[in-house]
């Protein structure tokens, strides 16, 4: 299965889909996946496998937080609306309505 890209955003596609395959695969049929499927495409080789290296080298980092969401703030989700201020009660009122 040799795959001979045309054109830079098809290159990056085919190079982002032997990585997904080969992520398929077992881990140690990975390398020889890639290079039957990138066939005379030595760079292309080179950088799928280079990107198979810091999968591998960090694990599924990304994958999941490292906090859990629930102890993530000590401070509640949601907090209670307020109440809208509607003006001074008529005891705090001065002339014009401003507050004393």
């Known amino acids: ?11 990056v596609d085919l ?9 398929a ?7 020889a996946f890639v290079r039957q499927a990138c066939g005379d495409d030595a760079d292309l ?3 799928v496998l280079e990107r198979l290296k810091w ?7 990304l994958g999941s937080p490292l906090i859990s969401r ?9 907090t209670p609306p307020r ?3 509607r003006g001074y009660p008529p005891h705090r009122r001065g002339r014009h309505g401003c507050r004393l």
């Open 55 to 61: 999968e591998q080298k960090m694990a599924g980092f």
């Open 15 to 23: 190079e982002m889909t032997v990585f997904a395959l080969a992520l």
């Open 83 to 85: 109440r809208p201020f």
């Open 1 to 11: 299965m040799t795959m001979s890209p045309t054109s830079e955003s098809s290159t």
């Open 70 to 78: 629930a102890r993530r703030s000590p401070f509640p989700a949601r």
């Open 45 to 47: 080789c080179r950088r």
């Open 25 to 31: 695969a077992p881990e140690n049929e990975r390398e």
